[in-house]
């Protein structure tokens, strides 16, 4: 079973930037198809971002998208999550989930806050 770890979560004002990580301990995510995905208060969680296990190929919520990156090093064993240009909508706890070989995403970490400022 692999664990993850989120950090990098904050304040920010609307505009900045912030950069997430996922760190995963346990065993190597390296063929693990990775994704970030966000909860803000009062709504269901939400697909942000997906990273195919080679890197080869990112998927992206419309919400997101050219303002976020999803990245990986997988000889870090860490995932990654640049996000720009934010905005107040943008606030939400953001988790990282793992799949190996799954339909869908069965390791999850504990989730980080992102809270932009207007």
């Known amino acids: 079973q692999v664990q993850l770890v989120e950090s990098g979560g904050g304040l920010v004002q609307a505009g900045g930037s912030l950069t997430l990580s996922c760190a995963a301990s346990?065993?190597?995510?390296?063929?693990?198809?990775m994704g970030w995905f966000r909860q803000a208060p009062g709504k269901g969680r939400e697909f942000v971002a997906a990273i195919r296990w080679s890197g080869a190929n990112t998927n992206y919520a419309d919400s997101v998208k050219g303002r976020f990156t999803i990245s990986r090093d997988n000889a870090e064993n860490t995932v990654y999550l640049q996000m720009n240009s934010l905005k107040p909508e943008d606030t939400a706890v953001y988790y990282c989930a793992g799949k190996f070989g799954a339909a869908v995403y069965d390791s999850w970490g504990q989730g980080t806050q992102v809270t932009v400022s207007s």
């Open positions: 346990g065993r190597s995510i390296s063929k693990y198809d």
